[in-house]
């Protein structure tokens, strides 16, 4: 997918590539390779795209599905009032599994993944004083 000046891109594993932020997580010793993310625009979707990539582990294992490497592109935009005008991604997974593994992987994924449900579901947020 081609990003916009707010996408990010995330890998790990075999297709972990480019430059960026080297991020620890438990399913790679190499981490994950996160990009760019120097807004908050770009953190919002960086949030999205870590949450999918370790899910993507996760539930790889859980469901018996072998991940060597993912790839989570995630990108949205935003209205003249900076509200989001929503968050779309896309995974690219390095796997032997037979197709209808994966998408039962990607279907679990996007059920699960936290970021992307909280933010389904919306939430307020307010400042401390």
């Given at each position: 997918?081609?990003l916009?000046?707010?996408?990010?891109?995330?890998?790990a594993?075999?297709?972990r590539?480019?430059?960026?932020?080297?991020l620890?997580?438990?399913?790679t010793?190499?981490?994950?390779?996160?990009?760019?993310?120097?807004?908050?625009?770009?953190?919002?979707?960086?949030?999205?795209?870590?949450?999918?990539?370790?899910?993507?582990?996760r539930e790889?294992?859980?469901?018996?599905?072998?991940v060597?490497?993912?790839?989570?592109?995630?990108?949205g935009?935003?209205?003249?009032?900076?509200r989001?005008?929503?968050?779309?991604?896309?995974?690219?997974?390095?796997?032997?599994?037979?197709?209808?593994?994966?998408?039962?992987?990607?279907?679990?994924v996007?059920?699960?993944?936290?970021?992307?449900?909280?933010?389904r579901?919306?939430?307020?947020?307010?400042?401390?004083?």
């Amino acid at each position: 997918m081609e990003l916009s000046p707010f996408g990010v891109r995330a890998s790990a594993g075999t297709l972990r590539s480019g430059e960026g932020v080297t991020l620890e997580h438990p399913w790679t010793q190499a981490g994950v390779l996160a990009a760019p993310a120097s807004n908050g625009a770009q953190v919002l979707h960086l949030a999205v795209a870590l949450c999918v990539l370790n899910d993507t582990f996760r539930e790889g294992q859980r469901l018996g599905v072998a991940v060597h490497g993912v790839v989570v592109e995630a990108d949205g935009g935003f209205d003249d009032d900076w509200r989001s005008t929503g968050v779309t991604y896309e995974v690219a997974l390095d796997s032997p599994a037979p197709a209808a593994d994966v998408a039962r992987l990607s279907a679990a994924v996007d059920d699960v993944a936290e970021i992307p449900r909280a933010l389904r579901a919306g939430a307020p947020v307010r400042r401390h004083d």
